[in-house]
Structures are given as structure tokens and as C-alpha cells.
Nanobody, 128 residues
Framework: EVQLSESGGGSVQAGGSLRLSCTVS????????LGWLRQAPGQEREGVAF???????RYADSVKGRFTISRDDAKITLYLQMNSLKPEDSGMYYC??????????????????????WGQGTLVNISS
């Protein structure tokens, strides 16, 4: 079974940066989309950034221009570089993978449907 594991969360002040990492154990199918979603306490889950098997990326409007999703050449580690962080970026960040979907489709998908496989999450706290 595919396993994902996030790391890199922490506490920083507003305006700071963090880089989240997610290791992916395997790719069962050739068409897929990797992504980062987040959820703050009492808030709905939100799709943040997606990277599909063709290399296309999509971002939520709330993070566009500040966050960058990328992956290493070995396709083992997914990253989320987060710059100019704001207190509203705080929350639990999850990486996941969904099969048979591109980045545009994944961004438009209801976040409540989630991904096919998830990690445990890493906590991000941004103080003002």
C-alpha cells in the first residue's frame, strides 16, 4: 500500500518561510496527482497545491505567488515551499496522492473527498 509521510512543520512568525516535505513510497499507476491540503481547527479542509504526473501545477488563490509545490527528480519526495506566511496559513498540512486525475481536476475537487492515500500530517503555526 502507498505510504506518505510529511515533515517540516513548525512555528514561525508571519512573513517567514517553511518548507514541508513528503516522502512517497510508491506509485501504483502512471497517471496521478500529488497534492497538499490543509485544515485549521474549526475550518473546512482546503486544497492548497497540486502537482500531477505530467508536471502541471495548480494552486489555491489564497497561496498563489507565495507557495511552490515541487518534487525531486527521483520522485520520492514532494515539497511545499511556503514563503510570506500569514497567520491564516496555520493548520495541519497533509500530503496525498490521487490516481487518474490531473492538477486542474484535483484543485477543483471537493476537498472533503480527500485523496486516495494520505499522510499523517504536519502542523504549521504562524504567529502574528
Amino acid at each position: 500500500e502507498v505510504q506518505l509521510s510529511e515533515s517540516g512543520g513548525g512555528s514561525v512568525q508571519a512573513g517567514g518561510s517553511l518548507r514541508l516535505s513528503c516522502t512517497v513510497s510508491e506509485y501504483t499507476y502512471n497517471t496521478y496527482c500529488l497534492g497538499w491540503l490543509r485544515q485549521a481547527p474549526g475550518q473546512e479542509r482546503e486544497g492548497v497545491a497540486f502537482l500531477d504526473s505530467r508536471g502541471d501545477t495548480r494552486y489555491a488563490d489564497s497561496v498563489k505567488g507565495r507557495f511552490t509545490i515541487s518534487r525531486d527528480d527521483a520522485k520520492i519526495t514532494l515539497y511545499l515551499q511556503m514563503n510570506s506566511l500569514k497567520p491564516e496559513d496555520s493548520g495541519m498540512y497533509y500530503c496525498g496522492i490521487v490516481w487518474g486525475m490531473n492538477a486542474r481536476q484535483a484543485l477543483g475537487r471537493d476537498p472533503d473527498y480527500g485523496m486516495d492515500h494520505w499522510g499523517q500530517g504536519t502542523l504549521v503555526n504562524i504567529s502574528s
